[in-house]
Nanobody, 128 residues
Framework: VQLVESGGGLVQAGGSLTLTCAAS????????IGWFRQAPGKEREGVAC???????????KFEDSVKGRFSVSADFAKGTASLRLSNLKSADTGVYYC???????????????????WGQGTQVTVSS
């Protein structure tokens, strides 16, 4: 299984970015997709997750600080997932990772220990 993130970069506070995660050797309908970030000197934390199939979303969760600003989606046919970051703040700076929980249970969680496969990460830097 390989996950490749893209879309990170430098953005001003208040701006937006869309991160994409491309999965190979894994059908995204067979598990949950998680998005995590790690700021310098801090632990990796879950910011969003989703599970679904075809055009249906079974579950979606967001960490409190990103609710209303981040959104998640997936194109299951293409094997890609996206995290849309809006109204960005300096506190959103960090390396963002996508991950897959290899269990079709219908719901998703923000606990990093649930996830089996990880991408290499993409840097998001928000300037104030």
């Amino acid at each position: 299984v390989q996950l490749v993130e893209s879309g990170g970069g430098l953005v001003q506070a208040g701006g937006s970015l869309t991160l994409t995660c491309a999965a190979s050797e894994f059908d995204l309908e067979d598990g949950a997709i998680g998005w995590f970030r790690q700021a310098p000197g801090k632990e990796r934390e879950g910011v969003a997750c989703m599970s679904g199939a075809d055009t249906r979303i079974f579950d979606r969760k967001f960490e409190d600080s990103v609710k209303g600003r981040f959104s998640v989606s997936a194109d299951f046919a293409k094997g890609t997932a996206s995290l849309r970051l809006s109204n960005l703040k300096s506190a959103d700076t960090g390396v963002y990772y996508c991950a897959i929980e290899d269990r079709r249970i219908g719901n998703c969680g923000l606990d990093r220990t649930l996830y089996d496969y990880w991408g290499q990460g993409t840097q998001v830097t928000v300037s104030s």
